[in-house]
């Protein structure tokens, strides 16, 4: 079974920083574009970030542009997000999306809130 | 404010059809293939529609796609009350950036 779990999210103060992280089973990570796609609650999808399967390619939103990487280790099956600088705005649901043969975004991960408060 | 515009809803009764149109540009759609999302609360979006008109395998043919210059549409036919739901539309922009619209609730009456 295709599977994609987020993890990482919680409480952090706004200026802090955080890592979230995806493990990936089920299919070959290493053949496989990834993405990250956050959604504030009640609102909806935004693409931040997009990285091939070697890893060699990405792609940033501009308005997260400066303030996340996006990493990948195929021998770990695994897929992070470094965020820096939160603010009270990047509180949302963080959601691991795989690309997968010319299907965008085919398979999501359940998603991991990451709160951004004081 | 989203790339692509929806409607913010849409409704319609039990086996009706209903569509959901998905607007944007030259540098987008008009370019770019589209792709339709279904979203039930408190779960992640599912892809249902890929490439304009195309449905992965376990998607109904009640749920179709089209494309025409900069705008898309979802259709939906045989409306059932499972189809509740958020919908949205995305595709890339010229620097491959991806985009999405703000999303449709549909109600199912």
């Known amino acids: 079974e295709v599977q994609l779990v987020e993890s990482g999210g919680g409480l952090v103060q706004p200026g802090g920083s955080l890592r979230l992280s995806c493990a990936a089973s089920?299919?070959?990570?290493?053949?496989?574009?990834m993405n990250w796609v956050r959604q504030v609650p009640g609102r909806g999808l935004e693409w931040l970030a997009y990285?091939?399967?070697?890893?060699?390619?990405?792609y940033y939103a501009d308005s997260v542009k400066g303030r996340i990487t996006v990493s990948r280790d195929n021998a770990r099956n695994s897929l992070y997000l470094q965020m820096n600088t939160l603010r009270a705005d990047d509180t949302a649901a963080y959601y691991c999306?795989?690309?997968?043969?010319?299907?965008?975004?085919?398979?999501w991960g359940q998603g991991t809130l990451v709160t951004v408060s004081a | 404010q989203s790339v692509l515009t929806q409607p913010p809803s849409v409704s319609a009764a039990p086996g009706q059809k209903v569509t959901i149109s998905c607007s944007g540009s030259?540098?987008?759609?008009?370019?770019?293939?589209v792709s339709w999302y279904q979203q039930f609360p408190g779960t992640a979006p599912k892809l249902l529609i890929y490439?304009?008109?195309k449905r992965p395998s376990g998607i109904p043919d009640r749920f179709s796609g089209s494309k025409s210059a900069t705008s898309a549409t979802l259709g939906i036919s045989g409306l059932q009350t499972g189809d509740e739901a958020d919908y949205y539309c995305?595709?890339?922009?010229?620097?491959?950036?991806?985009?999405f619209g703000g999303g449709t609730k549909l109600t199912v009456l």
């Open positions: 999306v795989r690309d997968y043969g010319g299907k965008p975004f085919d398979c």
């Open positions: 089920g299919f070959t990570f290493s053949s496989c574009e």
């Open positions: 990285i091939s399967s070697s890893g060699t390619t990405i």
């Open positions: 030259s540098s987008n759609i008009g370019s770019n293939y």
């Open positions: 490439d304009n008109d």
């Open positions: 995305g595709t890339w922009d010229s620097s491959m950036r991806r985009v």
